[in-house]
């Protein structure tokens, strides 16, 4: 909504442009960027409306909660994505590209999208390294560029699925796959986060097929590595010690055939750093 007390627009939500007509002759109006009304010509001058800029918070906000992203994701973009953790060691270099090469592909996603998104992304890297917030970044970018987005956490996408099981038909209901299956820009948030039953998986797995092959873009992030995840066993500053990876890897968790589906669909883009939570906002590097 427009603001009531709004000097530029008296809270209609629309301001009036007018510029001269430079060309008399010329008629033909190209409306400035989210013009309202098709221009209206007077003398000499010509009048339009565009919305007035104490609308755009709001339609920011409707444009995100139809992405459905989840208001403690706001305060993440691109230009709130740290590349340096301010750790000074040789380690710390290794964290740094890492975060940096994670923020260039994805942002760069972004940037391009739809050009080039023949591929989606995995975002894999351990818990905290802004997986989501690079994700929601890049998701929130796309949608406010006027395309369809929704962003779905993988728990509860699987919980919609499992209560929306209808025995009758032995399947999901198509109001809750629908949107799923068809937003231009599906980010599935924490895959691998739940072990669903098989047929929910299966769900998953259909979900993923049927984008892939209507040429539709997922984003994914993970905690849960392959075998082959190349990180490093560091002390952070700390003192904390952070092994090698071990336990469930993202096939363990997904099973063979999501993982390699994934694979085809995907660029997996590795990130290695420490928690950012844990570590970098503790550590008082940020003020
Ligand atoms: N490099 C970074 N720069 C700025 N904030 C970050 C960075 N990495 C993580 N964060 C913040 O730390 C919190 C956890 O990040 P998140 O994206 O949820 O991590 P992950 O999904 O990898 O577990 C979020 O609030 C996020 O905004
Ligand atoms: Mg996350
Ligand atoms: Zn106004």
Redesign the pocket.
Same mark, same amino acid.
């Given at each position: 909504m427009a603001q009531a007390d709004c000097p530029n627009c008296a809270g209609t939500g629309w301001r009036i442009v007018e510029q001269p007509d430079e060309n008399a002759e010329m008629r033909v109006v190209a409306p400035a960027n989210g013009a309202h009304a098709g221009a209206a010509a007077g003398e000499g001058k010509t009048v339009w409306a565009v919305p007035c800029d104490c609308t755009v918070g709001d339609r920011r906000s409707r444009v995100v909660d139809r992405a459905r992203l989840p208001r403690r994701y706001v305060? *993440?973009n691109f230009e709130? #994505?740290? @590349?340096d953790l301010g750790y000074r060691s040789s380690e710390a270099k290794v964290w740094n590209h890492s975060?940096a090469q994670a923020k260039l592909v994805v942002q760069a996603f972004a940037r391009d999208f739809p050009v080039g998104a023949e591929h989606g992304l995995l975002l894999m $890297?351990p *818990? $905290?390294?802004?997986? @989501?917030?690079l994700a929601v970044a890049a998701l929130e970018e796309i949608v406010q560029r006027g395309h369809s987005g929704l962003f779905y956490d993988y728990r509860e996408l699987l919980k919609e699925i499992q209560d929306s099981y209808n025995p009758e038909s032995n399947s999901t209901e198509m109001s809750v796959l629908e949107p799923v299956l068809k937003t231009e820009v599906l980010l599935l948030d924490d895959v691998g986060s739940s072990k669903p039953s098989p047929w929910a998986l299966e769900t998953v797995g259909h979900i993923l097929n049927t984008r892939y092959n209507e040429h539709r873009v997922t984003l994914l @992030?993970t905690?849960f590595l392959d075998k082959d995840f190349k990180r490093p066993a560091v002390t952070l500053p700390s003192g904390e010690a952070i092994a090698a990876p071990g336990g469930d890897t993202l096939e363990d968790r997904v099973g063979m055939r999501i993982r390699s589906r994934l694979y085809e669909m995907c660029r997996t883009v590795e990130i290695v750093a420490p928690d #950012?939570?844990k570590e970098v906002r503790h550590a008082g590097f940020h003020a």
């Open positions: 305060h *993440c709130s #994505y740290d @590349t975060l $890297g *818990c $905290g390294v802004g997986k @989501t917030h @992030t905690n #950012y939570r």
